[in-house]
Nanobody
Framework: QVQLVESGGGLVQTGGSLRLSCAASGKIFGINAMAWYRQAPGKERELVADISSGGSTNYADSVKGRFTITRDNTKNTVYLQMNSLTPEDTAVYYC???????????????WGQGTQVTVSS
C-alpha cells in the first residue's frame, strides 16, 4: 500500500503565502510524475501543477508566476510554494503521485486526503 500525506494548508490573507508538502510512503519502488490538484466548492477538480521525476514542471495558467512545484526524490516528497494568494485560490488541495510499487510493476495513481487552503479578502 502507498499513502500520500499532505500538510501545510490553512487560512491566509490575500497576498500571503503557504507551502504545501506531500510525503509518499509505503511500498514504493519508484515515483514518476507528482502533481497538485485543487477543487473549489461547486467546481471540478483541476490540475494546479505537476513535476516529472526529472524535474520538468507544468503549471495552470491561473497560477503561473505565483506557485512553484518542487520535489525531493530522496524523501518521496513534493512541495507547492504558493505566493500572492487570492480568494480565488481557496480550495481543497490534493496531492497525486504515479507510483511503481515493485520492480517491473505498472505505475499506479495515488491521491492524498486533501488539505484545505482558505484565502480571506
Amino acid at each position: 500500500q502507498v499513502q500520500l500525506v499532505e500538510s501545510g494548508g490553512g487560512l491566509v490573507q490575500t497576498g500571503g503565502s503557504l507551502r504545501l508538502s506531500c510525503a509518499a510512503s509505503g511500498k514504493i519502488f519508484g515515483i514518476n510524475a507528482m502533481a497538485w490538484y485543487r477543487q473549489a466548492p461547486g467546481k471540478e477538480r483541476e490540475l494546479v501543477a505537476d513535476i516529472s521525476s526529472g524535474g520538468s514542471t507544468n503549471y495552470a495558467d491561473s497560477v503561473k508566476g505565483r506557485f512553484t512545484i518542487t520535489r525531493d526524490n530522496t524523501k518521496n516528497t513534493v512541495y507547492l510554494q504558493m505566493n500572492s494568494l487570492t480568494p480565488e485560490d481557496t480550495a481543497v488541495y490534493y496531492c497525486n503521485a504515479n507510483v511503481r510499487p515493485t520492480i517491473g510493476s505498472f505505475f499506479y495513481s495515488y491521491w492524498g486526503q486533501g488539505t484545505q487552503v482558505t484565502v480571506s479578502s
